[in-house]
């Protein structure tokens, strides 16, 4: 009788346990605020994108959403504490495209970027703009062949090393066939601020953050990064147009959560942000600052992290990043 009493209350502690699980993973989110770390500092085109997005998954969610600045080492920092998170979906990373480079130039990172996030959804692309000091240079074709001229002679600038700013740079160096020093910054507005005052040659800004400076003449925008044309600057030609094949680099940015945060979790912010993604209020937002909506399903993103890493990694090889 002993025997079978313990193990009736072994089942139902089992059972409890289960039940207070599946409650807690169903109540996802209770009253209590979800953090999107952004590893950029503000203004950044990764930070814009975050903050046009938290301001509507808020009240999606039905609780607050926050985001934090966690700036520094090409991202890792902010990536890392997301990482060790505790994973109840309540701590969340909003990263580019840098992130899938940051294994092939930090080899000490403390975290596995495949192993150790979900991919939740991309959420934009953003055309990178090639950004100039006003009077540097009449057009790529200048760029290129001054460059040549006086090899190691120029400098561009970055958000960090692997960033997407400093990806795209290195995908055009190549392109070019140029030799130019590496500057990489602790952000893009602090790269910007840079090339604005012609201590950088040029710099492939977001153009979410670079647009504005461009129509105010501040900066000289020469071309832009993507494989088209940016519907806000139909005149600039892209990269390849501009007479360098092979030059074109997408940037994204997208949302991952701790790995071993719930499926449910995971599916459940995957159809709300792709919902405020495509929302027309939205497009009309990222229409104006030159970026696209651009979303998938979670498991079609974890394949696209795993395709995309790849290549970074063969562009970082080529290219000889490394951590200054």
């Avoid at 910007?192 to 504005?212: H, I, K, L, Q």
């Avoid at 937002?285 to 979670?298: H, I, N, V, Y």
Wanted: proline residues 8%; positive net charge.
């Amino acid at each position: 009788m002993l025997r079978f009493h313990r193990r009736q209350f072994l089942i139902t502690a089992l059972l409890a346990a289960a039940c207070t699980g599946a409650q807690a993973q169903g109540d996802w989110p209770r009253a209590q605020p979800i953090r999107l770390i952004v590893p950029f500092t503000a203004g950044s085109g990764t930070d814009v994108v975050a903050r046009l997005v938290a301001e509507r998954l808020g009240p999606a969610l039905g609780t607050s959403v926050i985001v934090e600045n966690k700036p520094g080492a090409g991202g890792t920092l902010g990536a890392a504490q997301v990482a060790k998170a505790t994973p109840d979906g309540y701590t969340l990373l909003i990263h580019s495209a840098g992130h899938l480079v940051n294994p092939a130039i930090y080899p000490n990172l403390s975290y596995d970027t495949q192993k150790d996030f979900a991919g939740v959804t991309p959420m934009a692309s953003l055309p990178n703009m090639l950004v100039v000091p006003p009077g540097r240079f009449a057009d790529v074709k200048d760029l290129v062949a001054q460059a040549k001229a006086k090899p190691g002679g120029f400098n561009y600038g970055s958000a960090g090393n692997g960033s997407a700013t400093h990806m795209n740079a290195e995908v055009f160096r190549l392109a070019a066939g140029i030799q130019a020093q590496h500057v990489p910054f602790r952000g893009t507005p602090e790269a910007m601020t840079e090339v604005m005052g012609g201590r950088v040659d040029w710099f492939f800004a977001p153009m979410v953050s670079a647009a504005p400076l461009v129509k105010d003449g501040k900066l000289k925008a020469l071309a832009v990064g993507t494989a088209r044309r940016s519907a806000i600057f139909p005149e600039l030609p892209t990269t390849v147009e501009a007479g360098v094949p092979d030059s074109s680099y997408l940037f994204w940015v997208g949302l991952f959560a701790p790995a071993k945060v719930p499926k449910p979790t995971v599916e459940r912010l995957n159809a709300e942000v792709t919902k405020i993604m495509n929302a027309p209020e939205l497009r009309e937002r990222l229409d104006k600052l030159g970026a696209e909506p651009f979303t998938m399903p979670s498991a079609q993103f974890d394949q696209f992290i795993a395709q995309e890493t790849a290549k970074a990694q063969q562009v970082v090889k080529a290219a000889g990043i490394k951590v200054d």
